[in-house]
Structure formats: structure tokens, C-alpha cells
């Protein structure tokens, strides 16, 4: 390969799946003012990589083609752009790039230095790689929305956790307990000892009645849901929660929509809350900091080399992750960037 050119993948238009990331060479990107460029060592996929791929975002996302998806990367970083303090080459970084420009799925990627925090040597690159998004928007939708404090104070909230299992909610267990919190989750039948093994107080299987109900076995009312699945309606959840409690969406769709501007306009004390995701610097750097200090692990379901790239796209695709890719019991999809790997040139 010559010397200023990269693998990478790429799709140059909505649709194809897995099947349509195509392996090329490609410049190792510049970084710009106040960027730096990462050799990559891990990044992770999110279930929004794929949804910009199917166009779910359009007309926004992607930015243009041909585009290079995925946006959480942990590395080192290899060159600064102009007016860069916070880092020089060599430093091993965590960050999260732009939706709008992508470049994950890459040997190399330039991320904004107020989107990149140092990663200490207790992290792995795969651990760091897996906050930006999904450790990132379990942070906001607890601290910010359900006001959790993770420092211990504040009275109990009782929380429900869906989709406990997933990237989200794997993260979100762990920083709940972190604050004065009664968890309730759900998720698979398979994945209920994983889950409590979070610290999660007390698991529901979604596919019982009890757990399609949202029941809390010990008849608790929720004062928030961080609301990691889909598909559930505002009927389901109503009984469920306490007389201030709310639902913290982080798929809302049109009917998640309808009944945020319903509960609203009535003034209703039970409401839903939609969240978007806003990065924060200090918050990754929070997060990386916890996962030094082993009190928040990454749960990786599988990992895959660059060279291999479609199959854990295809697996964060088909939203079941399992661990059938590794002796270790994973639960995100997951791929290590290859570079280090002779197998990402084969
Ligand atoms: N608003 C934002 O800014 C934002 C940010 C991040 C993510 N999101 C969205 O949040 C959602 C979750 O993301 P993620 O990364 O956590 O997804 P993920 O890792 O793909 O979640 C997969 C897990 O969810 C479990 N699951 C699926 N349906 C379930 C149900 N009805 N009840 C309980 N568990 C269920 C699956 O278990 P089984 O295999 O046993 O079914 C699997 O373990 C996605 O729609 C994503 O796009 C939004």
C-alpha cells in the first residue's frame, strides 16, 4: 500500500447492508484545524451506523458519498492539526467523530480535539471505543433527564432499564448504581444473569407476560425509565410509574412524539421525554476515568478485524448480539481496528 493511502470501507449509497461496505484505499485524511489524526485501534458500531446506512436519516445523513461509517474510535494519535494543546503524537486517545462525515471503519481518522479525551494505559483501546455513543447517552439520559446523581446523594429513584442488555443499557446498570437507585431491567431470558451481574436489583425476561407488562417484581412504581428498546406503547408504561414518573425515550418514533406533546399540552405529571444524544467532552472523559478506576466496564459482544468488517456489521444489524464469535460471553457488537492485525491487509 503506498505510503499516504489507508484501508477503509465504504458504501456510496443508501441500502445494500453489510454487502454494500466495500474494502478500499483510500488518502489518510489531514487533520484540520484544532483535529487530530488517529491511528486506530478500536471502534465500535451503534445500531445509528446502520440506520444512516438504510437512510433513516436522510436527508442529513450521511453527509455525502461515498462515506465511511462509524463514529466511536480509540487510538493513538499520530500527527496535530493547527491550534491543537491538548495533545501531541503519541498519545493514546478515546473519541467520538462527526455522523456527518463518518471515517471509523478506517486504519486512520481525524477527530476533533473537543471530541477527543486522553485514554489512560488501564484502558484498552476495545473499552474506550465502546463509550462514545452508547456510554455517552446512557450518562446524559440518567444525570440529565432522569436526574440521577452518580455521586451517591439525592433521595432514591426507582429506575426501569430496558434493553438492558444492549449497548445502552449495559452502561446504564452500571452508572446507575452508581447513584441512589432502585434498577429494574429487562432483557432476553439469556442474558438475565449477565444483566444482574451489572448490579442490576431485580431483571424481567420481555418475553413473559410479567415482563412484556413491565411489572416490577417487587411492585415498585418507576420515577424513570431509561428507555433503551423499542416498540413498547405509552399504555404499557403508564400503570408502571410513579405520579411524577416519566419515559426517557432514546428512540422515539412518531406515536413516542405524539404522546411527548400530548402529556404537555395536558400538563400530565407522568411524561415522555425524547433524547438526542449531545456529545460532551468532560462527560467521555468522566466515563474513561470510571472505566480506569473499574467501576464501569465495556461488555463487548464480539470482535471482528478490519478485514472482516461486514460480519459485525451484520451482527449490529440483526440488533441480537450473542457471543458466538468468542470463548468470552459478550454483548456488543464490536470490532477492533485490525491495523496492528496482519489479517486487515489480507
Ligand atoms: N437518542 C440517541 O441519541 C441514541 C443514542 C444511542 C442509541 N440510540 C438508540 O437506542 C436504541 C438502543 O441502542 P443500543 O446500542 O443499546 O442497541 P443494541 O446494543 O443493538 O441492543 C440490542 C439488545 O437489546 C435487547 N432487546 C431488544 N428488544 C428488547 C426488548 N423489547 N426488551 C428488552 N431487551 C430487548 C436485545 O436482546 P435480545 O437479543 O435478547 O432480543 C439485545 O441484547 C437503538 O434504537 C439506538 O438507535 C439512540
Known amino acids: 500500500m503506498a505510503e499516504n493511502l489507508m484501508h477503509a470501507l465504504q458504501y456510496t449509497s443508501y441500502g445494500g447492508g453489510a454487502a454494500a461496505l466495500k474494502h478500499v484505499e483510500v488518502p489518510i485524511p489531514t487533520p484540520n484545524k484544532g483535529e487530530v489524526l488517529i491511528k486506530l485501534e478500536a471502534i465500535s458500531l451503534n445500531p445509528v451506523d446502520w440506520k444512516i446506512q438504510k437512510g433513516m436519516l436522510r436527508p442529513l445523513l450521511p453527509g455525502k458519498f461515498p462515506y465511511i461509517p462509524a ?37 486512520f481518522a481525524v477527530a476533533k480535539e473537543s471530541l477527543t ?35 451517591g446523594s439525592g433521595q432514591q429513584l426507582n429506575l426501569l432499564i430496558t434493553a438492558a442488555s444492549g449497548g445502552v443499557g449495559q452502561y446504564a446498570v452500571q ?19 449477565f ?4 448490579g442490576a ?15 416490577s417484581p417487587s411492585g415498585r412504581k418507576y420515577d424513570a425509565v431509561i428507555h433503551c428498546a423499542t416498540g413498547i406503547p405509552w399504555s404499557t408504561f403508564e400503570p408502571n410509574l410513579s405520579a411524577k414518573g416519566k419515559v426517557i425515550d432514546i428512540t422515539p418514533g412518531p406515536s413516542a412524539l405524539l404522546t411527548f406533546a400530548m402529556k404537555k399540552l395536558t400538563f400530565s405529571k407522568k411524561q415522555l421525554v425524547p433524547l438526542l444524544m449531545i456529545p460532551k467532552k468532560e462527560n467521555l472523559d468522566y466515563l474513561v476515568n470510571l472505566v480506569k478506576e473499574g467501576k464501569l466496564k465495556t461488555i463487548i ?41 496482519p489479517i486487515a491487509r489480507a
Open 71 to 107: 463514529t466511536d474510535v480509540a487510538g493513538e494519535v499520530v500527527k496535530v492539526g493547527p491550534g491543537v494543546t491538548d495533545f501531541k503524537d503519541g498519545d493514546k486517545v478515546v473519541g467520538q467523530l462527526n455522523h456527518f462525515t463518518g471515517g471509523g471503519l478506517a486504519e
Open 117 to 151: 479525551v486522553a485514554r489512560p494505559s488501564e484502558v484498552s483501546a476495545a473499552e474506550g471505543a465502546g463509550l462514545p455513543v452508547a456510554g455517552l447517552t446512557a450518562h446524559q439520559a440518567l444525570t440529565q433527564s432522569a436526574g440521577v446523581k452518580l455521586d
Open 175 to 193: 452508572l446507575a448504581k452508581l447513584g441512589n437507585t432502585h434498577v429494574t431491567a429487562t432483557c432476553g431470558a439469556r442474558n438475565m444473569d
Open 195 to 198: 444483566v444482574k451481574s451489572l
Open 201 to 215: 436489583d431485580e431483571v424481567l425476561d420481555y418475553k413473559t407476560p410479567d415482563g412484556a407488562a413491565l411489572k
Open 301 to 341: 459482544d464480539s470482535k471482528y478485524p478490519l478485514s472482516r468488517a461486514e460480519g459485525a456489521w451484520a451482527k449490529i444489524m440483526d440488533g441480537h448480539a450473542t457471543g458466538d464469535w468468542s470463548c468470552e460471553r459478550f454483548h456488543r457488537a464490536h470490532m477492533t481496528g485490525a491495523m496492528a492485525c
